[in-house]
């Protein structure tokens, strides 16, 4: 089956973000293909390439990162939620003269019409919030 | 896109107009499910039909008005919203002129209304 | 048929809700902060036991607050069971 994942929460706050990577990893193990992941509102923070957390805790981004680059798992932050964020990728951080782009390179940038799509285009769409 | 396998999606809104961000961001959702031309149903539950009061007069927080979106609904094919009837009656709203026409539901006809829906998405 | 994900405290209208439009068929996936409401003898696990819809919990959430062994209505799944499930249900609802 195909798969896309809508991840509404934060890596820094709540469960929906680690619940979302656990099952990610298991979709993939089981045999299925994700599409997309879609970051919105809180979730898009999950992009930052800037975000320190503690040392002693499990990393929050390289387990994504892996998904992208070993797995070719297609991560999008929705645009308008990350720029409010300070999510910004090189091309908007030039836009709008911000000084340094915030965006880890394995996540796109992009409009919900990507989450649109992946809806369309998956057999099942799975949503993690709070 | 591909029109081969349209999906019908129905978006469940929680919360209320100005304090959550995810307000503005499933507004936004359901307005581009409208653009793209999928079959999208909107359900306001709880504090989710504050967002469909009238007179918004947002301009005095500085933000956008989020009645005003959900108001241009109908210019997206999207003609009317569902609401559930206990948040209605739990807010005193229950003969309010929405920013959109509005179809109140009972608990068993949501239940139909979800199992309809291909994907369900809640913000 | 709808699995419903329930990542809230029994407290919440997130659960309130859930258990409201949960139906025969469908199942609840307890997770995150809704482990806690599973715990055998609360009145929130009778609440539960009552839903038509079946009831599950995901076992790390439940161990991670330290409750895994209070739970015994409802079985206790892994993240392979939680993906088994999505296969089988067309439709997921998060209540968060």
């Known amino acids: 089956m195909i798969y896309s994942l809508l991840v509404l929460s ?7 973000a680690r619940t979302a990577q656990a099952f990610a990893r298991a979709v993939l193990q089981r045999g ?9 509102d809180e979730g898009t923070s999950t992009g930052s390439a800037s975000a320190v ?15 992208a680059e070993n797995h070719g798992v297609e991560l999008v932050l929705c645009i308008s939620s990350a720029l409010k964020r300070g999510m910004l990728d090189e091309a908007e951080a030039q836009r709008y003269e911000s000084p340094a782009a915030t965006i880890h390179p394995a996540f796109i940038v992009s409009g919900l019409g990507q989450m649109i799509d992946a809806s369309a285009n998956s057999d099942r769409l799975i949503t993690f919030g709070g | 896109m591909s029109n081969a396998d349209k999906k019908s999606m129905l978006v469940l809104i929680r919360r209320a107009p100005y304090s959550s961000s995810l307000a503005r961001a499933s507004v936004d959702l359901a307005l581009a499910a409208a653009a793209f031309e999928q079959q999208v149903d909107l359900l306001f539950q709880g504090d989710g039909v504050l967002q469909l009061l009238p007179n918004q007069q947002s301009e005095l927080l500085g933000l956008k008005s989020i009645g005003k979106v959900l108001g241009s609904l109908p210019l997206y094919g999207i003609e009317q919203v ?4 206990r948040s209605l009656s739990r ?3 229950a003969g309010e002129n929405f920013v959109v026409p509005v179809i109140p539901l009972e608990d068993e006809a949501m239940s139909e209304l979800l199992a309809r829906s291909d994907h369900l998405v809640s913000c | 048929m709808v699995m419903h994900t329930l990542n809230a405290t029994a407290g919440s209208e997130a659960f309130e809700d859930c258990l409201r439009l949960a139906k025969a068929g469908d199942s609840i996936l307890l997770l995150g902060d809704g482990v806690y409401s599973a715990v055998a003898g609360g009145q929130s696990s009778v609440i539960l036991a009552a839903s038509p819809a079946d009831v599950l919990v995901l076992e790390d959430d439940a161990a991670a607050a330290g409750i895994q062994l209070k739970i015994s ?4 799944v892994d993240m392979d069971d939680f993906v088994s499930l999505s296969e089988r249900y067309p439709r997921q609802l998060a209540w968060y």
């Open chain 1, 10 to 16: 934060s890596p820094a706050s709540g469960h929906g």
């Open chain 1, 53 to 67: 957390f503690p040392q002693d805790e499990t990393d929050r981004l390289q387990p994504w990162v892996d998904l």
């Open chain 2, 82 to 85: 569902y609401v559930d009837a």
């Open chain 1, 32 to 40: 299925h293909s994700i599409h997309r992941v879609f970051f919105l």
């Open chain 3, 73 to 76: 209505d409802f079985p206790l």
């Open chain 2, 91 to 93: 807010y005193g709203l």
